[in-house]
């Protein structure tokens, strides 16, 4: 297929310097298990599983047959005062892997999307309570929860919200981040040093007044930052704190959920529970997009007040519960339990850590960290340049290695497929090393 310049040239690219990107442009044609075709015809491994997305592989075939058989069938109907027999069937499956406790969801379209809804579930919540006046949100310095207002206003990456900072949504204070290269750098997975940091909701409950606070937001492993896992203990004191104050915990899941560090959630892993928990990517494997919102039953059962006519939250979106991406999640779901998807993440943990950190006496690299299959090599900057050092090294990967690898800057982040097999978790950091050496 033949792009023109015409073309290229009207797509405003995500989260890319287009500038840059449109003097050679990265194009994928094509997408099959662990592999991508590139327009040029080469088949380039991914070493990034879509974004986060695609843990079970690119165009899962039972995922495929489900979709173009909802497709066929029926392409769309109305989700507000009707809905789709796929929707209630994937609300059913979703719930029965949830957490004890969780069984109601609301179907979103992307992780953003779920993360805002997370937020107005929380004020609402505690609205229907006659707490009212909790109203204040607690997110975290270098957290990602999508790229919607209420998202980036708890949210904590500074390039995110330098540009919008004068419109952001008030009342929202930040927990400091994780991440303490003096006393963790090099982790394997938690970090030794750094429970106390959660005490800083304690001092923000102080100011003021943890009767005023609404929920906090987290990931349980920081993702699109970099990789900051919780100290042991982390999450634990969080959920301690929350609970004296009365405040509604959020895990955003949107990455860590389905298998990424080996369990079905987050909150399965480290054996802490929120009140809420935030799904997006996995739950399709990335084919249809969708997210959902997930609640404790004592939140949902306190809407469920006031006349039975009457509509208990007043929100939703067009495509909440699209039948085709229902149909998708279905098929996932089904998948990751018929081939033990889970098991096999969890099984390729220490492998991955191992080829991850085998990266680690390199003279560039000044941080290694992972935890389950999420890891991140971070990179000294360029003097006067940072970034430079991380987007050559994924353009060199992509074209002169046949590899597909995501930086942030100049930290280079890996998220290998859930059923990986070793030796391609091998050769990637053995083509990453090979990749680095070239750099100066």
């Known amino acids: 297929m033949s792009l023109s310049n015409r073309q290229l040239e009207a797509y405003w690219l995500p989260f890319t310097a287009n500038r840059d990107f449109k ?5 994928i044609t094509g997408a099959s298990g662990h592999y991508y075709t590139t327009s040029d015809g080469r088949r380039v491994y991914d070493a990034f599983s879509g974004l986060w997305t695609s843990g079970l592989g690119h165009c899962h075939p039972k995922i495929v047959e489900a979709v173009q058989a909802q497709v066929a069938r029926m392409d769309y109907c109305m989700g507000f005062q009707a809905t789709s027999d796929k929707a209630i069937e994937l609300a059913g499956s979703l719930v029965e892997m949830a957490p004890d406790g969780f069984n109601h969801c609301f179907f979103t379209n992307s992780g953003s999307e779920a993360v805002d809804t997370a937020l107005k579930i929380s004020l609402g919540y505690h609205r229907t309570r006659s707490e009212g006046h909790r109203t204040r949100l607690i997110g975290r ?18 390039p995110n919200r330098k540009a919008f900072s004068a419109n952001l949504i008030p009342g929202v204070d930040h927990l400091p981040h994780t991440h303490d290269p003096e006393h963790n750098a090099f982790s394997r997975g938690q970090p030794e040093h750094g429970a106390h940091l959660a005490e800083e909701l304690e001092r923000l409950a102080a100011l003021h007044d943890g009767g005023n606070i609404a929920a906090v937001i987290v990931e349980p492993v ?13 999450l634990e004191k969080l959920r301690e704190i ?9 895990f955003d899941e949107v990455i860590t959920a389905f298998g990424r560090i080996g369990a079905p959630f987050g909150a399965d892993r480290f054996g802490v529970m929120p009140d809420i ?10 084919v249809i997009p969708m997210g959902a919102v997930l609640v404790r039953d004592e939140i949902y059962d306190a809407f469920m007040q006031g006349p039975e ?6 929100h939703g979106y067009t495509y909440s519960g699209h039948p085709v991406a229902a149909a998708a999640g279905i098929a996932a779901l089904q998948v990751y339990g018929d081939e033990g998807i889970f098991e096999q993440a969890l099984a390729l943990e220490g492998h991955f850590a191992d080829a991850l950190h085998s990266l680690a006496d390199h003279e560039h690299v000044i941080d290694v960290r992972n935890f389950g299959l999420m890891g991140a090599v971070e990179m000294a900057p360029r003097p006067g340049a940072p ?9 060199r990967c992509f074209w002169d290695e046949d590899l597909v690898v995501r930086n942030g800057m100049d930290t280079l982040q890996f998220s290998p497929f859930l059923n990986s097999k070793p030796g391609d978790i091998t050769k990637t950091f053995e083509t990453v090393r090979r990749v680095i050496d070239t750099l100066d």
Do not use: W
């Open 222 to 234: 920081a993702g699109s930052t970099g990789i900051l896992p919780p100290p042991v203990g982390y």
């Open 277 to 286: 928990i935030t799904t997006a990517k996995g739950l399709t494997n990335g």
């Open 141 to 158: 310095e270098r957290g990602y929860h999508g790229v919607n207002f209420g998202g980036i206003s708890v949210g904590g990456m500074a």
């Open 309 to 314: 006519h009457m509509i208990e939250l007043f």
């Open 387 to 395: 970034g430079a050092r991380g987007i050559e090294a994924h353009k």
């Open 23 to 27: 003097k050679k442009p990265r194009v």
């Open 242 to 250: 929350c609970d004296r104050h009365g405040i509604l915990l959020v």
